[in-house]
């Protein structure tokens, strides 16, 4: 027993957040450990990253269940076996059943490349561009039935500027995704947040002070 908040992150890609999640750990005063990644997808990048770090890996292909309910429900006994506290939902492109967001509720987290509850599911940077915004970022949040909604652990706003695509800003986002997700992980595993009436308030956190303005005055 490690004393550690026991992780598993679901993949189905890349997985830079979930090596933004292995790099934290590496503190040995890091209040979390991923116990196991699990990816829906066989190729992903994500899953050689956790093998690197020695972290087992699961590959579930959601192809081979008849039903949502039924790949989840393999996911959960995984999770189960490997003795799983907390769900990471990092670049996993697989819409949830209800039995599992019920399952893994208040357990459940997820990264979103949005400042919601504004641009809500696929495609946000370039509607984030399209909106004409002039701000955009990522979010934290706890998981609930519907997409992208949950109480919201932490936020990151960047700037939108004139002549961004959609690449530019996905990446301008990315980097604060990574300084986030390790840390809203911190903060549930020192056991400083509690959720009241869906929203989630974290114990000893200072607010910035100032405003943005884009653009600059
Ligand atoms: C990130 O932008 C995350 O916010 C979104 O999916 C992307 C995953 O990227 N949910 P990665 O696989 O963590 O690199």
């Known amino acids: 027993m490690s004393g550690k908040l026991a992780l598993a992150v679901l993949i189905s890609g890349r997985g830079s957040n979930l090596q933004a999640l292995i790099d934290a750990g590496r503190d040995p005063a890091y209040p979390a450990e991923i116990k196991l990644v699990i990816s829906n997808k066989a190729g992903a990048l994500g899953l050689e990253r956790a093998a690197e770090a020695d972290i087992p890996t699961l590959v579930i292909d959601h192809k081979a269940f008849e039903t949502r309910a039924a790949f989840d429900a393999e996911m959960t006994k995984a999770m189960e076996a490997a003795g799983v506290e907390l769900v990471c939902l990092a ?6 059943s209800e039995e599992f967001v019920a399952h893994w509720l ?53 700037p939108i500027y004139a002549d961004d695509d959609a690449d530019a800003l996905a990446r301008r986002i990315l980097e604060k995704e990574h300084v986030i997700y390790p840390l809203a992980v911190k903060w549930i595993a020192e056991g400083r947040v509690t959720i009241t009436d869906e929203r989630a308030v974290i114990d000893g956190v200072a607010a910035p002070d100032g405003a943005l303005v884009n653009p600059a005055p």
């Open 106 to 158: 208040d357990r459940m987290i997820n990264i979103h490349p949005s400042l919601l509850p504004a641009f809500k599911g696929l495609d946000v940077q370039q509607r984030a561009i399209d909106a004409g915004a002039r701000f955009s970022g990522c979010t934290v949040h706890y998981v609930r039935h519907e997409m992208d909604t949950g109480p919201i652990l932490a936020q990151a706003a960047v």
């Open 91 to 96: 670049g996993f492109m697989r819409l949830l």
